[in-house]
């Protein structure tokens, strides 16, 4: 906001940043109805003059390099990728045709393919031993195989209500499927003493008919407003008063439906027991672990790409893909199931977050800084595996958090640019300019991976053992 005493040379950043700012006002007005799509085109120019717009000289860095200048270059370009990244994705939801142009980043690779390709993706994905869908689908075709078996051993009349009531009982995980049986069998009760009562009185089928109105608006209507427990009632009368028209059984109907229930819920509460009983807690730490080190794997083969060590990393890219479907499926089920409140709770939003910033941060820096760019480079090479073997032993002390609630201590990450670079000034001499800047842009995409780690807050175990103890 204060004039400068001087004029800034290196105005590029600040173009770009306008640029950023612009695009980003259009994109805001291109989701309106009927606004015209934006393009990523302006975008694209103003990076190619940013990249173009560092200082070369005669071929080689400065002795006494514009540190902060780096950092505002460094910053502009990350800054921009993320605009870029909001263009396609407003594209994206609008309907707008993707370009030729938008095929650089696979996050939105799903928007060209048919919607059959996508189920397969996500089924081929879901085929797993650690699948929250899988288990949920195992599950339920168990419990209402057993269910259909034990109605036609019994010979049940109205077997299928047997399968409806394991329906009702069974939950994602055994405290869920207790929760639901107690309002389910009370339910059953209450509307089998009263159907069995009104069926002893009234015989006539013509009154249950003129009466079914009445019984499925406040089945269907009133009961959610009451609570499952009047719910499930009413849901049995309405049950007895369509069964009534059609079978001369008498109060025999609605003791057929309280048996009925009664066993489709043993082998609800059975199968909720003994299949996965903890529900998607346990798979989502377990998925968070191997996400956590998909994705750690991924920064360091990125890293070791740029070196010259190792291709381009497309499959660890590919794995955390991947891992991250399983966990988002386990994190959206776990936000369904009830919690034991007297066990610490894991930040799962900072989690996830600290993995999703890895994939298109690594797409981003790969446009920029092809595989090799740093090459031929000693003191960069020595300098970039140390950071990326403490930002993994940062990704496996977090894992083990997630896993077992441990806390372990993390080392607190520098947030200033000029801060960080401190520690690759002395190699700024080395090598050219171009390889200064794959350096820069390689090392604060590091610090950023690590910061993101360190915000993550700790789980207040001190703080939860005391208040139980307190209860």
Known sequence: ADAPPEPIPDLAAARLLRSCADTTRAVGRSLSPGAPAVTPADLDVAVGRAEAAYPVGDGQVRDA????????????????????????????????????????????????RSPWTLYWWQFRSHLAPRSVHLHSSLRLAVALAIARVAAGVLQLTHGFWVLLATLTVLRTSAADTRTALRPAVLGTIIGAVVSGGVMVVVDDPIVYAVVLPVTLLLAFGVGRLLGPVWQQALFTVLLTVVFAQLSPEGWRLAEARLVDVLLGAVIGVFAGVAIWPRGAGHDLRHNATRYLAASADAVEQTVQSMLGDAPPPARALARV????????????????????????????????????????????LLRRNPPGCLAGWPGAAALLRDSAARLRSAYDALADEVAHGRTSDRAPVSTSCVDQLDRIRPLLGEADHQSV????????????????????PLPAADESIGRSRRR
């Open 65 to 112: 390099p514009d540190v902060p200048r780096l950092c505002r270059d460094a910053t502009a370009l990350a800054l921009a990728d993320q605009v870029r990244v909001f263009v396609v994705g407003s594209r994206v939801a609008t309907g707008a045709r993707l370009g030729g142009d938008d095929a650089s980043s696979a996050l939105f690779e799903y928007a060209r």
């Open 321 to 364: 893909r991947r891992r991250m479907i399983l966990i988002d499926s386990s994190y959206c089920q776990y936000h369904s199931e009830r919690h034991d409140p007297h066990r610490q709770q894991v930040n799962w939003d900072a989690v996830l977050s600290a993995g999703h910033h890895v994939v298109p941060g690594a797409e981003s």
């Open 437 to 456: 800047r794959h350096l820069v842009e390689v090392d604060r995409w590091l610090a950023g991976l690590a910061d993101s780690l360190a915000r993550i």
